[in-house]
């Protein structure tokens, strides 16, 4: 498998076309080849969520519920490419695995039924006829960083929580779950 960048919604190679390899940890065999993204790359990415933002946060809590339930389901529907990839990358047994990929899009499910529970708090004041308010509004840009060991659940909490919420995400996948992380961005 050979995975590359996703900034700006588009799949390209890293700035500088280095990549790196992500073996099996039992037979040492290449199973993944990863774009090494650089800091220009990076920077891009932040910029690109910047302004992915700008449109992002205008989108109601209802749009935001629909998709995070589509991407649920297009997640389950991909279970046995799940279940393969991890089982290379990280040595995850099957049943592992698809429980994995399970909980992850159980974890976009209720990410997406919070979207219209998002409060704010009114509270009085010492003024009279006067009160303070609390809004809660999306701040920009997150970066979400996963590790390797709750692979696919992990990585979903990083990215459908700040999503919800009304952020952008830049997601940066663990080095030793590459594909697995690409999955789930695709």
Not at 86 to 100: I, P, Q, R, T
Not at 120 to 136: F, N, Q
């Amino acid at each position: 498998m050979k995975t590359k960048l996703f900034i700006n919604n588009t799949w390209s190679a890293s700035s500088d076309k280095k990549s790196f390899d992500r073996k099996h940890p039992v037979s040492g065999e290449v199973v993944t080849q990863c774009a090494n993204a650089t800091v220009d790359d990076a920077v891009n990415a932040a910029r690109a969520a910047q302004e992915a933002f700008k449109s992002w946060k205008a989108v109601g809590p209802s749009e935001r519920r629909r998709l995070l339930l589509k991407v649920a389901d297009v997640m389950e529907s991909k279970t046995p490419e799940f279940i393969e990839v991890m089982a290379k990358e990280v040595g995850a047994s099957a049943l592992w695995a698809g429980f994995n990929v399970h909980l992850s899009a159980n974890v976009f499910r209720e990410a997406a039924s919070l979207a219209t529970q998002i409060q704010g708090e009114t509270i009085p004041t010492d003024k009279p006829d006067t009160l303070s308010m609390t809004l809660r509004q999306p701040v920009g840009p997150i970066l979400s960083i996963a590790p390797w060991n709750g692979t696919a659940v992990l990585a979903a909490r990083a990215i459908a929580y700040p999503l919800v919420c009304g952020n952008t995400v830049v997601f940066k996948g663990s080095e030793f779950s590459p594909g697995t992380h690409a999955l789930i961005t695709k």
